[in-house]
Protein backbone atom coordinates (compact mmCIF):
# COMPACT_ATOMS: atom_id res chain seq x y z
CA UNK A 1 0.00 0.00 0.00
CA UNK A 2 1.08 3.55 -0.74
CA UNK A 3 2.53 5.76 2.01
CA UNK A 4 1.79 9.50 1.00
CA UNK A 5 3.65 12.34 2.77
CA UNK A 6 2.08 15.99 3.74
CA UNK A 7 3.74 17.47 0.39
CA UNK A 8 1.91 15.22 -1.59
CA UNK A 9 -1.33 16.27 0.68
CA UNK A 10 -0.62 20.06 0.05
CA UNK A 11 0.40 19.51 -3.84
CA UNK A 12 -3.32 17.56 -4.54
CA UNK A 13 -4.85 21.00 -2.06
CA UNK A 14 -2.93 23.24 -4.69
CA UNK A 15 -4.30 21.06 -7.77
CA UNK A 16 -8.11 20.78 -6.63
CA UNK A 17 -8.12 24.52 -5.55
CA UNK A 18 -6.50 25.18 -9.33
CA UNK A 19 -9.55 23.28 -11.05
CA UNK A 20 -12.11 24.61 -8.50
CA UNK A 21 -12.69 21.19 -7.18
CA UNK A 22 -12.85 22.11 -3.79
CA UNK A 23 -12.26 25.10 -1.33
CA UNK A 24 -8.38 25.92 -1.64
CA UNK A 25 -6.68 25.95 1.66
CA UNK A 26 -4.37 29.09 1.70
CA UNK A 27 -0.72 29.58 2.32
CA UNK A 28 -0.72 33.01 4.60
CA UNK A 29 2.81 34.74 3.48
CA UNK A 30 4.34 35.89 6.64
CA UNK A 31 5.60 38.99 6.26
CA UNK A 32 6.84 39.75 9.64
CA UNK A 33 8.99 36.17 9.93
CA UNK A 34 10.36 37.01 6.44
CA UNK A 35 11.07 40.91 7.07
CA UNK A 36 12.73 39.23 10.13
CA UNK A 37 15.11 37.22 7.76
CA UNK A 38 16.12 40.31 5.71
CA UNK A 39 16.78 42.56 8.77
CA UNK A 40 19.11 39.68 9.81
CA UNK A 41 20.51 39.68 6.46
CA UNK A 42 21.15 43.26 6.88
CA UNK A 43 22.74 43.16 10.13
CA UNK A 44 25.45 41.34 9.02
CA UNK A 45 25.79 43.48 6.30
CA UNK A 46 26.41 46.48 8.03
CA UNK A 47 28.62 44.81 10.49
CA UNK A 48 31.04 43.71 7.22
CA UNK A 49 30.74 47.79 6.84
CA UNK A 50 31.62 48.91 10.18
CA UNK A 51 35.29 46.50 9.74
CA UNK A 52 35.49 48.38 7.18
CA UNK A 53 35.57 52.11 8.77
CA UNK A 54 32.11 52.59 6.87
CA UNK A 55 28.78 52.59 9.24
CA UNK A 56 25.53 53.11 7.06
CA UNK A 57 23.81 56.18 7.73
CA UNK A 58 20.05 56.96 7.03
CA UNK A 59 18.14 60.53 7.55
CA UNK A 60 14.33 60.29 7.91
CA UNK A 61 13.04 63.83 7.27
CA UNK A 62 9.31 64.14 8.75
CA UNK A 63 7.10 67.58 8.30
CA UNK A 64 4.04 67.96 10.37
CA UNK A 65 2.62 65.99 13.23
CA UNK A 66 0.40 63.33 11.27
CA UNK A 67 0.15 60.28 13.71
CA UNK A 68 0.36 57.47 11.24
CA UNK A 69 3.57 59.45 9.70
CA UNK A 70 4.81 59.95 13.26
CA UNK A 71 4.53 55.52 13.93
CA UNK A 72 6.28 54.96 10.85
CA UNK A 73 9.47 56.95 11.39
CA UNK A 74 9.50 55.93 14.66
CA UNK A 75 9.08 52.43 13.72
CA UNK A 76 12.16 52.82 11.31
CA UNK A 77 14.52 54.87 13.88
CA UNK A 78 14.05 51.88 16.14
CA UNK A 79 14.55 49.17 12.90
CA UNK A 80 18.18 51.01 12.16
CA UNK A 81 19.18 50.64 15.78
CA UNK A 82 18.43 46.84 15.69
CA UNK A 83 20.27 46.45 12.79
CA UNK A 84 23.29 48.92 12.86
CA UNK A 85 22.54 51.66 10.64
CA UNK A 86 22.83 55.05 12.26
CA UNK A 87 19.64 57.30 12.08
CA UNK A 88 19.28 60.92 11.94
CA UNK A 89 15.25 62.61 12.28
CA UNK A 90 15.09 65.79 11.44
CA UNK A 91 11.47 67.09 12.04
CA UNK A 92 9.99 70.43 10.78
CA UNK A 93 6.62 71.83 11.62
CA UNK A 94 3.59 72.09 9.40
CA UNK A 95 3.87 75.72 8.49
CA UNK A 96 7.46 74.75 7.66
CA UNK A 97 8.61 76.30 3.89
CA UNK A 98 9.34 74.77 0.77
CA UNK A 99 12.80 76.61 0.78
CA UNK A 100 13.46 75.62 4.26
CA UNK A 101 13.07 71.40 3.14
CA UNK A 102 14.82 72.05 -0.15
CA UNK A 103 17.43 73.67 2.22
CA UNK A 104 18.03 70.85 4.28
CA UNK A 105 17.81 68.00 1.73
CA UNK A 106 20.65 69.83 -0.03
CA UNK A 107 22.37 69.73 3.38
CA UNK A 108 21.70 66.15 3.88
CA UNK A 109 22.72 65.09 0.32
CA UNK A 110 26.67 66.76 1.23
CA UNK A 111 26.72 65.19 4.55
CA UNK A 112 29.02 62.14 4.73
CA UNK A 113 27.69 60.18 7.70
CA UNK A 114 24.30 60.00 5.51
CA UNK A 115 24.04 57.53 2.87
CA UNK A 116 20.20 57.76 2.77
CA UNK A 117 17.76 60.08 3.09
CA UNK A 118 13.48 59.57 3.49
CA UNK A 119 11.58 62.14 3.31
CA UNK A 120 8.27 61.08 4.81
CA UNK A 121 5.25 61.15 2.27
CA UNK A 122 2.68 62.47 2.26
CA UNK A 123 3.63 65.86 2.53
CA UNK A 124 1.34 68.91 3.70
CA UNK A 125 -0.41 70.30 0.63
CA UNK A 126 1.61 73.19 0.61
CA UNK A 127 4.66 71.65 -0.38
CA UNK A 128 5.90 70.39 -3.66
CA UNK A 129 6.46 66.85 -3.31
CA UNK A 130 7.94 66.38 -6.90
CA UNK A 131 10.55 69.27 -6.05
CA UNK A 132 11.65 67.56 -2.95
CA UNK A 133 12.01 64.15 -4.30
CA UNK A 134 14.33 65.28 -7.17
CA UNK A 135 16.30 67.50 -4.63
CA UNK A 136 17.35 64.20 -2.99
CA UNK A 137 20.14 62.71 -4.90
CA UNK A 138 20.03 59.79 -6.64
CA UNK A 139 22.53 57.98 -5.22
CA UNK A 140 20.96 58.36 -1.60
CA UNK A 141 17.52 58.39 -2.61
CA UNK A 142 16.86 54.59 -0.39
CA UNK A 143 12.93 55.31 -1.57
CA UNK A 144 13.50 55.20 -5.20
CA UNK A 145 11.42 58.43 -6.44
CA UNK A 146 14.09 60.07 -7.92
CA UNK A 147 13.21 60.42 -11.83
CA UNK A 148 16.72 58.95 -12.48
CA UNK A 149 15.96 55.63 -10.40
CA UNK A 150 12.45 55.35 -11.88
CA UNK A 151 14.22 55.72 -15.34
CA UNK A 152 16.60 52.69 -14.27
CA UNK A 153 14.15 50.31 -13.06
CA UNK A 154 12.13 50.94 -16.29
CA UNK A 155 15.25 49.87 -18.46
CA UNK A 156 15.88 46.85 -15.95
CA UNK A 157 18.78 48.28 -14.59
CA UNK A 158 17.96 49.86 -10.92
CA UNK A 159 20.16 50.95 -8.55
CA UNK A 160 17.83 51.05 -5.54
CA UNK A 161 13.99 49.93 -5.99
CA UNK A 162 11.18 51.15 -4.12
CA UNK A 163 10.27 49.99 -0.57
CA UNK A 164 7.00 48.03 -0.96
CA UNK A 165 7.26 46.51 -4.26
CA UNK A 166 11.07 45.80 -3.20
CA UNK A 167 9.47 44.05 -0.43
CA UNK A 168 6.77 41.81 -2.74
CA UNK A 169 9.17 40.44 -5.26
CA UNK A 170 11.49 39.37 -1.82
CA UNK A 171 8.27 37.44 -0.50
CA UNK A 172 7.60 35.96 -3.65
CA UNK A 173 11.27 34.84 -4.23
CA UNK A 174 11.50 33.32 -0.75
CA UNK A 175 8.20 31.65 -0.72
CA UNK A 176 9.60 30.44 -4.55
CA UNK A 177 6.65 31.60 -6.23
CA UNK A 178 7.64 31.71 -9.76
CA UNK A 179 6.28 35.48 -11.76
CA UNK A 180 8.02 34.55 -15.57
CA UNK A 181 4.98 33.46 -17.29
CA UNK A 182 2.78 34.61 -14.96
CA UNK A 183 -0.74 37.00 -15.49
CA UNK A 184 0.27 39.65 -12.93
CA UNK A 185 -2.69 42.09 -12.11
CA UNK A 186 -1.97 45.14 -10.51
CA UNK A 187 -4.72 47.13 -9.06
CA UNK A 188 -3.79 50.70 -8.55
CA UNK A 189 -1.05 53.15 -10.40
CA UNK A 190 0.51 55.36 -7.95
CA UNK A 191 3.83 56.36 -8.41
CA UNK A 192 5.05 54.71 -4.81
CA UNK A 193 3.50 50.95 -5.60
CA UNK A 194 1.51 50.45 -8.72
CA UNK A 195 3.57 51.57 -11.62
CA UNK A 196 6.84 50.55 -9.88
CA UNK A 197 5.43 47.37 -9.30
CA UNK A 198 4.38 46.42 -12.70
CA UNK A 199 7.95 47.43 -13.54
CA UNK A 200 9.10 45.27 -11.33
CA UNK A 201 6.83 42.02 -12.69
CA UNK A 202 7.89 42.90 -16.20
CA UNK A 203 11.57 43.36 -15.57
CA UNK A 204 10.04 39.26 -14.13
CA UNK A 205 9.24 38.35 -17.32
CA UNK A 206 5.79 38.62 -15.78
CA UNK A 207 2.79 39.22 -18.32
CA UNK A 208 1.58 42.75 -16.49
CA UNK A 209 -1.97 44.05 -16.62
CA UNK A 210 -2.69 47.93 -14.61
CA UNK A 211 -6.44 48.41 -13.47
CA UNK A 212 -7.25 52.17 -12.10
CA UNK A 213 -10.09 54.03 -11.22
CA UNK A 214 -10.89 54.39 -14.65
CA UNK A 215 -10.45 50.72 -16.01
CA UNK A 216 -13.91 49.25 -16.89
CA UNK A 217 -14.97 45.89 -15.41
CA UNK A 218 -12.35 45.31 -13.07
CA UNK A 219 -13.55 41.79 -12.20
CA UNK A 220 -13.17 40.92 -15.66
CA UNK A 221 -9.18 41.77 -15.37
CA UNK A 222 -8.80 40.65 -11.57
CA UNK A 223 -10.23 37.27 -12.50
CA UNK A 224 -7.07 36.36 -14.55
CA UNK A 225 -4.29 37.18 -12.64
CA UNK A 226 -2.26 34.13 -11.38
CA UNK A 227 -1.18 37.07 -8.98
CA UNK A 228 -3.24 39.78 -7.97
CA UNK A 229 -1.73 42.63 -5.96
CA UNK A 230 -3.88 45.22 -4.50
CA UNK A 231 -2.54 49.14 -3.59
CA UNK A 232 -5.82 50.84 -3.93
CA UNK A 233 -6.78 51.76 -0.12
CA UNK A 234 -10.61 50.94 0.32
CA UNK A 235 -11.50 47.80 2.68
CA UNK A 236 -12.12 44.76 1.24
CA UNK A 237 -12.22 46.12 -2.22
CA UNK A 238 -11.45 42.59 -3.68
CA UNK A 239 -14.33 40.11 -2.99
CA UNK A 240 -14.07 36.29 -3.58
CA UNK A 241 -15.59 36.46 -6.95
CA UNK A 242 -12.66 38.97 -8.48
CA UNK A 243 -10.06 35.99 -7.88
CA UNK A 244 -9.04 33.21 -9.77
CA UNK A 245 -8.75 29.57 -7.52
CA UNK A 246 -5.21 29.24 -7.28
CA UNK A 247 -4.55 32.41 -7.26
CA UNK A 248 -1.31 34.28 -5.06
CA UNK A 249 -2.95 37.33 -3.73
CA UNK A 250 -1.19 40.02 -2.59
CA UNK A 251 -2.76 42.64 -0.21
CA UNK A 252 -0.75 46.17 0.23
CA UNK A 253 -3.75 48.11 1.71
CA UNK A 254 -3.72 49.54 5.01
CA UNK A 255 -7.71 50.72 6.43
CA UNK A 256 -9.57 50.69 8.93
CA UNK A 257 -12.88 48.55 8.88
CA UNK A 258 -16.33 50.53 9.90
CA UNK A 259 -15.34 48.68 13.34
CA UNK A 260 -11.81 50.77 13.22
CA UNK A 261 -9.97 47.31 12.92
CA UNK A 262 -6.98 47.14 10.55
CA UNK A 263 -7.75 45.41 7.66
CA UNK A 264 -6.68 45.56 3.90
CA UNK A 265 -8.04 46.54 0.37
CA UNK A 266 -8.69 42.43 0.64
CA UNK A 267 -11.59 40.21 2.01
CA UNK A 268 -9.06 38.05 3.73
CA UNK A 269 -11.18 35.65 5.46
CA UNK A 270 -13.20 34.90 2.00
CA UNK A 271 -10.77 34.85 -0.74
CA UNK A 272 -8.22 32.52 1.42
CA UNK A 273 -10.41 30.01 1.09
CA UNK A 274 -9.62 30.43 -2.92
CA UNK A 275 -6.16 31.76 -3.20
CA UNK A 276 -3.14 29.26 -3.10
CA UNK A 277 -0.90 32.26 -1.47
CA UNK A 278 -2.19 35.97 0.44
CA UNK A 279 -0.78 37.91 2.89
CA UNK A 280 -2.57 39.74 5.82
CA UNK A 281 -2.66 42.76 7.35
CA UNK A 282 -1.43 43.55 9.02
CA UNK A 283 1.51 41.29 9.01
CA UNK A 284 2.37 41.12 5.60
CA UNK A 285 3.26 43.57 3.49
CA UNK A 286 3.90 46.57 5.75
CA UNK A 287 6.89 44.42 7.95
CA UNK A 288 8.52 44.24 4.26
CA UNK A 289 8.67 48.19 3.38
CA UNK A 290 11.13 49.05 6.61
CA UNK A 291 13.19 45.82 5.78
CA UNK A 292 13.88 46.88 2.16
CA UNK A 293 14.11 50.27 3.45
CA UNK A 294 17.05 49.25 5.54
CA UNK A 295 18.90 46.69 2.84
CA UNK A 296 18.30 49.80 0.43
CA UNK A 297 20.44 51.75 3.10
CA UNK A 298 23.55 48.88 3.30
CA UNK A 299 23.69 49.39 -0.52
CA UNK A 300 23.51 52.81 -0.86
CA UNK A 301 26.51 52.74 1.29
CA UNK A 302 27.76 49.89 -0.26
CA UNK A 303 27.66 52.35 -3.94
CA UNK A 304 29.08 55.39 -2.32
CA UNK A 305 32.08 54.07 -0.98
CA UNK A 306 32.98 51.64 -4.47
CA UNK A 307 32.16 48.27 -3.19
CA UNK A 308 30.38 46.02 -5.16
CA UNK A 309 26.61 45.36 -4.92
CA UNK A 310 25.56 41.70 -5.99
CA UNK A 311 21.90 41.92 -7.73
Known amino acids: MAVFGPGWLIALDRVCCKKGWMACMSKIINGKAISAEVKAEVAVEARKLKKRGIIPGLAVVLVGNDPASRIYVNNKKKACAATG ?15 ELLELVSRLNRKKEINGILVQLPLPNSLNEDAVIETIDPMKDVDA ?43 GRSNIVGKPMAMLFLNANGTVTICHIKTQNLKYYCVQADILVSAVGKPKFITEDMVKPGAVVI ?25 SYITPVPGGVGPMTIAM ?11 QNGIPVLK
Open 85 to 99: IYSEEYTLPETAKQE
Open 145 to 187: FHPSNVGRISIGNPRFTPCTPAGIMEMLHRESISIEGKHCVVV
Open 251 to 275: DVGMNRSSNGKLCGDVDFEKVQQKA
Open 293 to 303: LLKNTVTAAKL
